[in-house]
């Protein structure tokens, strides 16, 4: 008997309804989940917001992050939910990574990464929903993650991971353009059989064409400091003539 509750007659591009409802970072841990690939290889796990739920004697992990995809440049955080990409197309071939030219998705630069893990002892039923919006208009849409995809199974316990783009053909459309700043939320749900929600873990992902680093900070606040410099040279070779 199947332990993860899926409601099979909704499909993933046939979403739950639209509203305007704004997603906030929330979680348990920021951190790393050394137990999550989502689905790849080489995708960074040391920087999710994960929330652990209890129900009962059963256990479950939720985890969502924001990460590069392939070689397009990093995504930071802020250590507190807030991850920092970079708007524009998509460059890289999942067949050769190394290939720099347009891909032919036309794919963001980053991903939002999810991972799911049930430990299901006591033959409870659990269904999963995934909430995303753009923050920015406060449009917002989401689907139930159904049993079979990603590695969700019907087995007692399990782990569903994956690494989804919001260009991606089955995702619904709030107001996203991979070439424009926003800032979009993501978040993850948990629910029992009777369908109350038991808990959920959030984040938010602000796209701007230069991210808002604190390296770049950091170099403004050099180059201030050395007009600074110039000018007291200026001002005592003046003083001295």
């Given at each position: 008997?199947k332990?993860?509750?899926?409601?099979?007659?909704?499909?993933?591009?046939?979403g739950?309804?639209?509203s305007a409802?704004?997603?906030?970072?929330?979680?348990?841990?920021?951190?790393?989940?050394?137990?999550?690939?989502?689905?790849?290889?080489?995708i960074?796990?040391?920087?999710?917001?994960?929330?652990?739920?209890?129900?009962?004697?059963?256990?479950?992990?939720?985890?969502?992050?924001?990460?590069?995809?392939?070689?397009?440049?990093?995504?930071?955080?802020?250590?507190?939910?807030?991850?920092s990409?970079t708007?524009?197309?998509?460059?890289g071939?999942?067949?050769?990574?190394?290939?720099?030219?347009?891909?032919?998705?036309?794919?963001?630069?980053?991903?939002?990464?999810?991972?799911?893990?049930?430990?299901?002892?006591?033959?409870?039923?659990?269904s999963?929903?995934?909430?995303?919006?753009?923050?920015?208009t406060?449009?917002?849409?989401?689907f139930?993650?159904?049993?079979?995809?990603?590695?969700?199974t019907?087995?007692?316990?399990?782990?569903?991971?994956?690494?989804?783009?919001?260009?991606?053909g089955?995702?619904?459309?709030?107001?996203?353009?991979?070439?424009?700043?926003?800032?979009?939320?993501?978040?993850?749900?948990?629910f029992?059989?009777?369908?109350?929600?038991?808990?959920s873990?959030?984040?938010?992902?602000d796209?701007r064409?230069?991210?808002?680093?604190?390296?770049?900070?950091?170099?403004?606040g050099?180059?201030?400091?050395?007009?600074?410099?110039?000018s007291?040279r200026q001002?005592?070779?003046?003083?001295?003539?």
């Amino acid at each position: 008997m199947k332990k993860i509750l899926a409601l099979t007659s909704i499909l993933l591009a046939g979403g739950l309804a639209a509203s305007a409802v704004t997603i906030t970072p929330s979680y348990g841990n920021f951190g790393s989940l050394a137990n999550a690939n989502f689905g790849g290889k080489g995708i960074p796990n040391n920087a999710v917001a994960t929330t652990t739920i209890a129900n009962g004697n059963d256990s479950i992990t939720l985890g969502l992050t924001a990460t590069a995809r392939y070689l397009n440049p990093t995504v930071g955080n802020d250590g507190a939910g807030t991850f920092s990409a970079t708007s524009g197309m998509n460059f890289g071939n999942p067949a050769n990574p190394s290939d720099q030219s347009l891909s032919t998705h036309d794919y963001a630069t980053w991903n939002f990464d999810w991972y799911i893990n049930l430990t299901d002892a006591s033959s409870s039923a659990y269904s999963f929903k995934l909430l995303y919006g753009n923050n920015t208009t406060a449009t917002s849409s989401g689907f139930v993650i159904p049993t079979g995809t990603s590695g969700l199974t019907s087995t007692t316990s399990g782990t569903g991971q994956d690494s989804w783009n919001l260009s991606m053909g089955f995702m619904n459309n709030i107001g996203f353009d991979a070439n424009a700043s926003g800032v979009y939320g993501f978040e993850l749900q948990a629910f029992d059989a009777a369908g109350d929600l038991l808990g959920s873990t959030a984040i938010n992902v602000d796209v701007r064409s230069v991210p808002d680093t604190g390296s770049s900070v950091t170099l403004l606040g050099c180059a201030l400091i050395g007009i600074a410099f110039f000018s007291l040279r200026q001002n005592r070779r003046q003083t001295a003539k």
